[in-house]
C-alpha cells in the first residue's frame, strides 16, 4: 500500500479533551497508520481558525466544531464536511456557587472561546431550551477551556461550558466553590441534537484527494468504534492526550456515559435525519446567513466507501 499524508489543523489545539478523542484515538491506536495514512498536526485555536485554515491552504483538512464549516459552506466558502467524530457534546455547565438553579441564569456572564465557537454554539442552544433571551446573557470571550477555567476561578464570570472531565477535576478541588449546575445528561435532555466535532475540507482537495479522504474516514470510523467497545482503548488514549487527571473510577463513569448515550459517531454521522436537525438549529440561531442544504454541506461518499468496507452497525447514526 502507498502511503499517504495529509495536514490536519487540530481545532482543540495542543490538547485532546473527551470531545476530541476519536481524533486522538485514530492517531494514538494506529487506525489512521494502517490505512497507509500519516497525519501532520498543526494545532490552532478553536474551530473557526481551523476551518479558516483549510480555506487558505494551510492545512488540507480539519477538525473541530459544525458550527463554523456551516457558517463558511453559508457565506460562499467550499467548505465540506466528510465525517462526525463525535454525535454531542460530553460537557457540563459549571457556575458559582451562589447559582442554584437555571432560572438563575438571567442576567449572568458566560465564558466562550469565542463567538461562534463550539462552547458559544451550544450556550445559546442551552440558553435557548431555557426559554432565556440572549439579551440576557453577557458572553465573555475567555479563550480555550484553561481560559475559561481560570475566569470562572477568579470570580470574573458566572458560568462557562466545560469539558466533562474538566467539571470534575474541578469538583474534586477543595479549594474552589464552583459546582456543575446542569451536568451530561441534563444537558442532553435539555438539547437533545447537540453540536459536535467534524472533519471537514475545502471542495479542491475533495476532487482532488479523494483515497487520502477515504482512508481519514474510515480512520475515524474505526477509531470511533474502538472507543465505543472498549473501555481499554478509551483508557489508553484518554491517559496518553487528556491532560485534566482525574480517577480512574471516573474514567470509566465518562466512558459509560459517553457510550450510553450513544456519544461516538460509530458509522460516521452524516445520517439526514440528524444533519437536517442540526441545520434547522443553526439557522435557527443565524437566520441572517443563506441557508444550505445537506448536500451543498456533506459529501457523503467516504462515509459510504468505509461502511462499505466494515460494515454498517445498528446505532442511531446508521445511514437512512
Known amino acids: 500500500m502507498q502511503r499517504l499524508s495529509i495536514r490536519l489543523a487540530a481545532g482543540s489545539g495542543p490538547t485532546f479533551g473527551v470531545d476530541d ?7 494514538h491506536l494506529g487506525f489512521w497508520y494502517d490505512e497507509g495514512l500519516d497525519v501532520t498536526w498543526m494545532p490552532v485555536r478553536g474551530g473557526i481558525a481551523a476551518i479558516q485554515s483549510v480555506m487558505d491552504g494551510t492545512v488540507d483538512a480539519s477538525y473541530g466544531g459544525l458550527g463554523p464549516v456551516i457558517k463558511y459552506r453559508s457565506e460562499g466558502h467550499p467548505a465540506r464536511i466528510i465525517v462526525s467524530m463525535a454525535r454531542a ?14 432560572a438563575q441564569l438571567r442576567n449572568t456572564s458566560w465564558a466562550i472561546d ?8 451550544m450556550a445559546r442552544l ?7 433571551p440572549e439579551a440576557e446573557v453577557d458572553w465573555r470571550v475567555a479563550g480555550p477551556p484553561p481560559e475559561r477555567i481560570a475566569a470562572l476561578l477568579d470570580g470574573s464570570v458566572d458560568a ?16 474552589n466553590s464552583l459546582h456543575t449546575l446542569l451536568g451530561f445528561a441534563e444537558l442532553k435532555r435539555l438539547v437533545p441534537t447537540q453540536p459536535h466535532g467534524v472533519l471537514a475540507t475545502r471542495q479542491e482537495y475533495v476532487d482532488s484527494h479523494p483515497q ?39 474514567i470509566r463513569g465518562i466512558w459509560e456515559q459517553e457510550r450510553d448515550a450513544n456519544g461516538f459517531a460509530v458509522n460516521g454521522e452524516l445520517s439526514h435525519a ?7 438549529l443553526f439557522y435557527a440561531l443565524h437566520a441572517d446567513l443563506p441557508r444550505v442544504n445537506f448536500e451543498q454541506l456533506i459529501d457523503t461518499r467516504f462515509v459510504k466507501q468505509a461502511l462499505d468496507k466494515v460494515g454498517v ?8
Open 126 to 132: 442551552i440558553v435557548r431550551s431555557l426559554n432565556i
Open 21 to 27: 478523542l476519536a481524533c486522538a484515538a485514530a492517531t
Open 313 to 320: 452497525r445498528q446505532a442511531p447514526d446508521q445511514p437512512a
Open 160 to 175: 462557562a461550558l466545560l469539558r466533562v472531565e474538566e467539571a470534575i477535576a474541578l469538583s474534586l478541588d477543595a479549594t
Open 274 to 280: 440528524h444533519w437536517q436537525s442540526q441545520l434547522d
Open 212 to 250: 487520502h479522504l477515504a482512508r481519514l474516514a474510515k480512520g475515524m470510523i474505526l477509531a470511533s468504534r474502538a472507543l465505543h467497545d472498549d473501555f481499554t482503548a478509551f483508557r489508553a488514549t484518554y491517559r496518553q492526550y487528556v491532560k485534566v487527571s482525574v480517577p480512574e473510577e471516573q
Open 89 to 102: 457534546l460530553a460537557q457540563n455547565l459549571v457556575a458559582q456557587a451562589p447559582i442554584k438553579s437555571t
Open 114 to 121: 469565542g463567538v461562534g465557537a463550539l462552547s458559544h454554539h
